[in-house]
């Protein structure tokens, strides 16, 4: 066994919150539906806001002070996002700080890779933190002398028993654990004991430090949990310093002490850890007195929030990476085009409660829309490109139309020649009923363009439909034809003056509303969640750069990829689709 199996190093959320038959369950969050709970008393704060304006109302912090303290064991996610908009925002809102802190008490699952990726991740999500970032392996010290202190106070002592009777021997929820034979030890013998434990004289596993409380308590983590295990690995910030590293449950709360926390919020699986969190800072006597709040975690439906998981994903080859578009992590949701502004909406609308629920996916996604709508230029792209030659087009022609429709982004040219491309989709040789695109000897308006009329279907020796010979309406440009309706308007790209681009669609990486119904998530993937389309786009998208989003007419909205798009050969993934699902 592994040592740092000995106290729940850190809590895990419990997999309940998702159901197996999540369309009875899904409790589906309204905006602002969580604001004014928990006895605030002023209207459209949520209760930990309250809380802290009570503190400050009542001159019991001048300043407030939180904390983000990722552990660097994966990448930043939508979870986290909702915890960083909480702590961030409440400093932001009262004039207070938000310090970054790297809970690194388990060297063994953590890389510098993560540490640098959460600091951008945070930074690019619109917040910046007080002061340099912290670790708490800076603390290790203060710490090691801290533990000394509740050994001579007699509140902590040196566990000789083997990792399985450490185990055995606690207990559970119907029985009271049994003592441990080392826990009477005197002071001397686990001063003794515990400096043997940092000189790396025991093996890893063979010895521990355990606070000293109650045996029998109704809470299992408050059986004497472990302070400190041994373990022989190398740690990202201190080297080879230390062979004895303190559990999370140790070091957090004097981290938050330390660094002077006013409020440090977590999600609602430490709840039964705040009497062990109150313990600390109690027997310690810091002078600063932190205090824990707890809130429920952000769970979304179709979307995976668990570091462990998404590393799994990434592992296995079934994303390309941590920042695969198709990932819920802050890097994913970046190359996606997801912005910081409709991340910050979608959280502030969950608000925050300890009621555990399921978001709608589809709020993240409007929040997402709307935060582009008004500020993604427009252009033309057939993402399925069928040749259609404009017969009787006198001459290739620029057109001048707005880049937006309703926000002044500038114009741009859009050329007119005789070949262009429309998307497959737009022309039904055997329409649908209700179909009001292209059909043979039907009409059409091209988009900010003339209407056109097929006239002849010309096919390969195999029955498929190569390309459309049209004639266009000469007086429909700007203006209706007299006399009859055309309904449909699709959109267009010029064949020599239009741009061929790679276009990658995606959808939902899972196709369970619940990733992780069943006993393998693994099984819930999606195998459609990316297409490939060789695109072609008007020229004024091809001058993106990468990051660049825009509205492409009728078929979503798009950024240029931060990493493959160049201008020579530009490369876009697909935001989100036009459609909303967001019932709100
Ligand atoms: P994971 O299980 O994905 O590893 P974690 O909680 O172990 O998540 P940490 O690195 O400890 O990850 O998270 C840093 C902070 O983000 C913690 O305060 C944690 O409570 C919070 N957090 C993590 N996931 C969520 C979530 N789904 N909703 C809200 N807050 C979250
Ligand atoms: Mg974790």
């Not at 049994?178 to 400096?195: K, M």
């Not at 002849?456 to 009859?484: F, H, M, W, Y």
Request: aromatic fraction near 8%.
């Amino acid at each position: 066994m592994n040592p740092s199996d000995l106290a729940t190093p850190r809590a895990h959320a419990t997999p309940s919150t998702h159901s197996t038959n999540a369309s009875q369950q899904t409790q589906v969050q309204h905006a602002g539906e969580q604001h004014g709970k928990e006895g605030n008393k002023e209207v459209g704060l949520d209760f930990i806001r309250a809380i802290v304006a009570d503190d400050l109302a009542t001159g019991k912090h001048a300043q407030i002070v939180t904390r983000f303290p990722p552990e660097p064991n994966g990448y930043l996610h939508l979870g986290h996002v909702k915890s960083i908009c909480l702590n961030f925002g409440i400093a932001a809102e009262t004039n207070g700080l938000c310090n970054l802190r790297f809970d690194d008490t388990n060297p063994a699952a953590e890389l510098q890779e993560y540490i640098d990726n959460i600091e951008k991740d945070v930074k690019w999500l619109g917040f910046d933190w007080n002061g340099d970032v912290r670790h708490a392996s800076s603390y290790f010290g203060q710490l090691y002398d801290w533990a000394i202190q509740l050994i001579k106070q007699g509140d902590a002592y040196v566990d000789l028993q083997s990792v399985e009777e450490i185990r055995l021997n606690r207990g559970d929820f119907n029985q009271a654990g049994t003592d441990s034979p080392f826990r009477n030890h005197t002071v001397e013998e686990n001063l003794a004991l515990f400096a043997k434990m940092k000189n790396g004289e025991f093996e890893a596993g063979s010895a521990v430090l355990r606070a000293k409380i109650d045996m029998a308590s109704p809470n299992v983590h408050m059986r004497d949990p472990v302070l400190y295990r041994i373990l022989n690995v190398e740690h990202h910030q201190t080297g080879d310093e230390w062979v004895i590293y303190p559990m999370y449950d140790y070091a957090h709360p004097l981290g938050d002490a330390i660094e002077e926390i006013t409020h440090s919020l977590c999600t609602l699986e430490f709840e039964d850890h705040r009497p062990f969190y109150d313990w600390v800072i109690a027997k310690v006597n810091t002078p600063a007195k932190p205090r824990q709040i707890e809130f429920s975690r952000l769970n979304v439906d179709y979307t995976l929030t668990s570091k462990r998981k998404l590393k799994k994903l990434v592992d296995d080859g079934v994303v390309n990476g941590w920042d695969d578009p198709r990932m819920p992590t802050v890097a994913g949701m970046r190359r996606r085009g997801f912005t910081p502004e409709g991340l910050r909406d979608f959280c502030h609308r969950v608000g925050v409660s300890k009621n555990d629920g399921i978001v709608d996916v589809g709020l993240l996604e409007f929040c997402i829309r709307q935060s582009i709508e008004n500020v993604a230029p427009r252009g033309m792209a057939v993402l399925r490109p069928l040749k259609v030659t404009l017969t009787n087009l006198p001459q290739a022609m620029t057109l001048k139309h707005a880049r937006h429709p309703n926000v002044d982004l500038g114009e741009r040219e859009i050329p007119l020649t005789q070949e262009i491309y429309i998307d497959r989709a737009d022309f039904e040789e055997v329409p649908p009923k209700g179909f009001k695109r292209l059909v043979p000897e039907g009409e059409v308006r091209l988009r900010h363009a003339y209407v056109i009329r097929c006239d002849e279907v010309i096919k390969d020796t195999a029955g498929n439909v190569i390309e459309l010979q049209c004639s266009i309406d000469p007086d429909t440009l700007g203006k209706n034809p007299e006399g009859r309706k055309v309904k449909g308007v699709i959109q267009w790209v010029s064949a020599s003056a239009g741009v061929p681009a790679e276009v990658r669609i995606y959808d939902r990486l899972f196709n369970n509303a619940d990733p992780e119904e069943g006993d393998d998530f693994m099984q819930n993937v999606n195998p459609n969640s990316r297409t490939i389309l060789q695109a072609i786009i008007e020229p004024s998208l091809a001058e993106a750069q990468p990051g660049d989003r825009f509205q492409f007419e009728r078929e979503g909205y798009f950024i240029a990829d931060e990493k493959d798009h160049t201008t020579a050969k530009p490369v876009f993934n697909r935001i989100l689709d036009l459609k909303d699902s967001w019932k709100g």
